[in-house]
């Protein structure tokens, strides 16, 4: 026997109502607040992540599937989404398109990383990229989306927003030599990839799980003090936008984005659900990336979310009916011939019919029904036939109607277009 790849795993079942609910909501979400679908390939060279991720970074040093090829080319496998939709963004010429350009995109990411409670090897993220804009409106606009995401997921409840400004060029540098001055001091008490850190990307610091250098970092400068004036006042007006908006959040001012990509606006959704201040979603602005990825200098902002954290969440809460099929047909063998055309004719009106094919007893068949999760049982017998009916059998309610073929659609339609 076979086994899955450590880390990877099979959706079926009951989990996958969750997902085709989140789908529905992914879909349904980005086209009112006009993005464009975007599918981006799973596979990307290497330097794709190298120069969009940061060579310094977790993912890039650690967590990355890549291999040569029979070119001795190296190829990744997409450990996140934003440098491959970027990269797609600068190579199709899509800046030439004048305003904001607003595209999404859904599938599944691939880290090599230790697999825990909510964390795959090849895991699943929504994500949005804006470009063209560096108004702090649409930073705003951005966050409202992913808290709109998470309201329609039904799961607002387990999540707090936290908002940060990690600065800019401009001030960044000054910030850095602060916190290489205050990380030096306790140089010794860092885990063995801080102290390389304090070398490469002090920031990174900031990020770190380890509970010893969190406990040093509690007590770290912060950016939001060392702002420029115009990255200031950026801030101020994504907060102000925000409340506007009737959006709920809190500044952490120790919050960093795991990615070099990211200036100004950082954002993240976090739960306790997992483990302390978890996240589920997060995103930022990045207006130097396509530059650095050979396109004009066009700023950008995006997010993405974990849809295997969320929809964990969602469980968690039982947050969507289990009704996993309209109707279950019920009938005898010798009506077989005229049952399968009822149900050709209610599946081509747009709802879900099944039945059972072995056609075993009526109860046996309404044990079916019910293990179908199914909202209504058609009952289709030689006593409906002699009355040219079908019964319709509420399974949650118990109770049922003798409905004629003439009026069974509209009935259908009444009951499950509700």
């Keep these: 026997m076979y086994k899955k790849v450590r880390g990877f795993r099979d959706i079926f079942g009951d989990e ?10 992914i879909y349904d979400l980005s086209r009112r607040y006009g993005y464009s679908e975007y599918k981006i390939p799973v596979l990307e060279k290497a330097e794709v992540f190298n120069r969009g991720i940061g060579s310094t970074t977790d993912i890039v040093e650690k967590e990355m599937f890549i291999f040569k090829d029979k070119n001795d080319d190296f190829l990744a496998l997409r450990p996140e989404g934003t440098a491959g939709m970027v990269r797609g963004f600068v190579e199709n010429k899509l800046y030439a398109i004048s305003g904001v350009k607003k595209y999404f995109y859904y599938g599944p990411m691939f880290r090599r ?49 936290e908002i940060n400004s990690i600065g800019c060029p401009e ?32 920031m990174r610091i900031l990020d770190c799980k380890i509970e010893s250098c969190k406990a040093i970092a509690e007590k770290a400068p912060v950016m939001i003090n060392y702002l ?50 978890s996240t589920v979603g997060a995103g930022g602005r990045y207006d130097g990336l396509v530059k650095q990825l050979g396109g004009p200098d066009q700023p950008g902002i995006g997010f993405a979310v974990g849809i295997d954290r969320l929809v964990g969440l969602m469980e968690s ?91 069974l659609m509209e009935k259908l339609s009444i009951k499950l277009d509700k």
């Design 228 to 277: 420029c004036r115009e990255c200031a006042q950026h801030f101020e007006s994504v907060k102000t936008n925000l409340s506007n908006m009737n959006v709920s959040f809190e500044v952490n001012p120790h919050m960093v984005r795991g990615l070099d990509y990211y200036v100004r606006t950082a954002f993240e959704m976090v739960t306790d659900e997992f483990e302390a201040n």
């Design 317 to 407: 809460k039982d947050v969507i009916p289990q009704y996993h099929l309209d109707i279950f047909f019920v009938l005898p063998d010798g009506l077989l011939d005229e049952g399968v055309k009822i149900i050709n004719n209610i599946r081509e009106k747009g709802y879900s019919v099944d039945m059972d094919f072995d056609l075993g007893s009526v109860k046996s068949q309404m044990k079916k029904a019910n293990r179908f999760k199914a909202k209504f049982a058609l009952i289709f017998g030689q006593n409906e036939l002699d009355k040219k009916s079908v019964t319709i059998k509420d399974m949650d309610k118990g109770n049922q109607e003798l409905v004629p073929f003439s009026r």
């Design 113 to 161: 990383e230790r697999p825990q409670k909510g964390r795959y090897r090849q895991f699943y993220q929504f994500g949005v990229e804006a470009f063209g804009s560096a108004s702090p409106v649409l930073d705003s606009e951005v966050i409202k989306l992913l808290t709109d995401f998470f309201k329609e997921c039904k799961i607002e409840d387990k999540l707090k927003l």
């Design 16 to 25: 996958i109502y969750y997902w085709n609910f989140i789908e529905k909501i």
């Design 171 to 202: 001030c960044r540098p000054l910030y850095k030599d602060k916190l290489t001055e205050y990380f030096e001091t306790s140089k010794d008490e860092l885990c063995e990839d801080c102290r390389r850190r304090l070398n490469t990307n002090p």
